[in-house]
């Protein structure tokens, strides 16, 4: 995992307080969970993904909710290259409807390849099939403070 962010000391970074922008690289399963759990709540629109098939590129505009920044937004990129195909479900079309990301995950199939898939809140998921993992997040915007933080409602059922 290659990553060029950092804060000043070990303290988390205060909102309104600035931070290198976060950057980081995706060759391998473990690489791609890091990756995924900085852009839990990542919010994004149908038209914000990018296929370019002659190029073997999918790009992705989110807007990141910065968990290790306290409460910010910051405008980010996701760019994965080698792509075979790429095909969604359950994702709604509209150009504005907003997508709430959950997570990333990759299932290895004929090495280096596999499958990429993420999955969005409301169980929709993008599939993305690379001839070998080759990921890449970076920051693009100054942070924000975010209207709304996240929650996650407890999973199982409710105590009687």
């Known amino acids: 995992m290659s990553t060029e962010a950092s804060t000043a ?6 909102p309104g307080v600035a931070a290198e922008p976060l950057r980081l690289l995706a060759e391998d399963a473990d690489d791609l969970h890091i990756i995924s759990a900085a852009l839990q709540d990542a919010i994004m629109r149908p038209v914000d993904i990018v296929w370019e098939p002659a190029a073997r590129r ?3 505009a989110l807007s990141r909710f910065c968990w290790e ?5 910051v405008m980010s990129a996701m760019q994965f290259g080698d792509v075979i195909s790429v095909k969604s479900r359950r994702l709604p079309r509209g150009p504005e409807h907003a997508l709430e990301l959950l997570a990333l995950d990759f299932e290895p199939g004929e090495a280096p ?13 993008l599939r993305i099939d690379v001839e070998c993992l080759d990921a890449v997040l970076t920051d693009l915007s100054e942070r924000w403070p975010a209207r709304v933080a996240p929650t996650h409602l407890a999973e199982g059922p409710e105590p009687a």
């Open 9 to 14: 000391g070990d303290e988390a970074v205060k």
């Open 58 to 60: 999918v790009t992705l």
């Open 69 to 73: 920044c306290g409460g910010t937004r």
């Open 113 to 125: 390849g596999g499958r990429v898939t993420l999955m969005f809140a409301g169980g929709g998921d």
